[in-house]
């Protein structure tokens, strides 16, 4: 005698979501963990009126919470001017690939003249992280910033950078 087993359809949908997040969770490891790089970046004004153009150093570290989300910091300095940037940045990757990701952050901070004038700004990049290795990677990234009011003369500043940084 030939019995034929009836599945619900509640229960055939628990099982295809069960077989496409567990081959999901297996196809991609989890990256977590703290990530440290160094950079250096060419700053330009977005007027176009506006010849001035400078470069800067800093550093930035980050913790990445899942593959999509990370928090990061980020300090740097103008090389001619006595000019500090602090930024904080929420961070979403949204191309993965096995040699480089790419990724978008927005955030907000402060400069800091010549440690007599501490004023906020807002900032948006776009870049990417691409692998040199199984910790280390090159990080190019082009940054919008926006300062306050009072303290611009022009529409903004954008930071074209590259770093090298290693991931923990």
Known sequence: MIRRIQFSPILMMAMAAFLALSSSAS????KRGFA??????EVRPTDSDSDFATEAFGVRGQYRFSNVWALEGSVSRLSDVDL????ASAKAYF???DRFE???LAG???YRLSSITTDAT???AIGAEINVGEKAYLRPE???RWLAEEARGDDGIVDYSLGFGWRF
């Open 27 to 30: 196809a991609q490891s989890e």
């Open 36 to 41: 440290f790089d160094l950079f250096g970046a």
């Open 84 to 87: 500090w940037f602090h930024d």
């Open 95 to 97: 191309v993965h690939s």
């Open 102 to 104: 790419i990724y978008a």
């Open 108 to 110: 907000a901070g402060a």
């Open 122 to 124: 807002v900032h948006a």
């Open 142 to 144: 082009v940054r919008g």
